[in-house]
Nanobody
Framework: VQLVESGGGSAQAGGSMRLDCAVS????????MAWFRQAPGKKREGVAT???????RYADSVKDRFTIDRDNAKNTLYLQMNALKPEDTAMYYC?????????????????WGQGTQVTVS
């Protein structure tokens, strides 16, 4: 399975941005998927997760601002980010794991994208 993120860049505080993650090599619908982020000097943290059947989980820091979604027909994962804050600045990674378990623990995920940088000022 290959994951390729896109959509990162720079934004002003209060703005919006959407990240996409294209999945290839297998059918995305069988995977639990997640967005993680890592800021310089900090641990990688789970931002949002989505199970194959749709249930989602969010970190408290992004709840009500970020929305994770998936289009299994397009083999694509999305992260819509609204009301961006400077503390959202980080490298954002898409990740996938086989099965229904959908928790925000990096070591539980088998496949990772290269990451896309998000900078909020």
């Amino acid at each position: 399975v290959q994951l390729v993120e896109s959509g990162g860049g720079s934004a002003q505080a209060g703005g919006s941005m959407r990240l996409d993650c294209a999945v290839s090599g297998d059918t995305a619908s069988v995977y639990s998927m997640a967005w993680f982020r890592q800021a310089p000097g900090k641990k990688r943290e789970g931002v949002a997760t989505i199970a194959p059947t749709g249930p989602t989980r969010y970190a408290d820091s992004v709840k009500d601002r970020f929305t994770i979604d998936r289009d299994n027909a397009k083999n694509t994962l999305y992260l819509q980010m609204n009301a961006l804050k400077p503390e959202d600045t980080a490298m954002y990674y898409c990740a996938a794991r086989m099965g229904l378990l959908c928790d925000p623990i990096p070591s539980d995920y088998d496949y990772w994208g290269q990451g896309t940088q998000v900078t909020v000022s």
